[in-house]
C-alpha cells in the first residue's frame, strides 16, 4: 500500500512481488567469493552461490543493506526469500518505521538478472550508496549468509571485520548458539 493506501503495481519496479510457486522453497547461501566489477557496473555472480539458488538461479533482487553508515553495503535475495521479506513488511502496521523500512529495502531495489556470462549489473545509485568503486580497484566481497547474500566493496568489508569488538561478538553469538 502506499501512503493513500492504494495498492502498490508490483510491476512499476520489476521487483518481484507476488505470491510463491510451488517451486520455490527457501534457499540458504553460504560462502564467500571475491569477484571485481567492471566499468560498466558488472560482476561475476559467484558459482557456488549461484547453484545454491537453485531453480531460481538466474535473477536476484539487490538493495540497499543496513547497517552503519561507514559499513554500507548491499543485500541481495532469491526471488523466493524477497516475497517472503516483502509479504513480512506488508503484514506490519503502517508507521513512520516502517515507511522507513519499506524506503531503505523497497525503494531502492533493483531486479538483476544473472546474464548468459553468469555476470550480475549493479546501478549507480546502489554502488554508490555501497562505496563499490568501478574506476579504481573494483574489488568485492560476496558472501552468502543465510536467506541473502551481502556484496562489499572489498576495502569496507575489511573494516567492517577489523572492528574491535567484532572478534568478541562473533564469539559471543557462537557461545549463545553452543557451537
Known sequence: MDDNNNPVNPEDNKVPVGPLSASEESVYLYGDAYPKID??????????????????????????????????HLWAFPVSEWRK???????????RKVDMVRQQ???????????????????????????????????????????????????????????TDYDAAVEDAMDELGV
Open 39 to 72: 566499468a560498466k557496473g558488472r560482476f561475476s555472480f559467484p558459482r557456488q552461490l549461484k547453484e545454491q539458488l537453485g531453480s531460481e538461479g538466474k535473477r536476484v533482487v539487490v538493495t540497499r543493506g543496513v547497517g552503519k553508515k561507514e559499513f554500507r
Open 105 to 163: 529495502l523497497l525503494g531502492y531495489a533493483q531486479d538483476c538478472e544473472i546474464d548468459k556470462s553468469g555476470r550480475i549489473l549493479l546501478n549507480r545509485n546502489l554502488r554508490e550508496f555501497a562505496g563499490i568503486d568501478t574506476e579504481k580497484s573494483g574489488e568485492l566481497v560476496v558472501t552468502g549468509v543465510g536467506h541473502k547474500i551481502t556484496i562489499w566493496a572489498k576495502a569496507t568489508f575489511e573494516m567492517y571485520e577489523s572492528q
Open 85 to 95: 521479506l516483502i509479504r513480512k513488511i506488508n503484514s506490519m502496521r503502517n508507521s
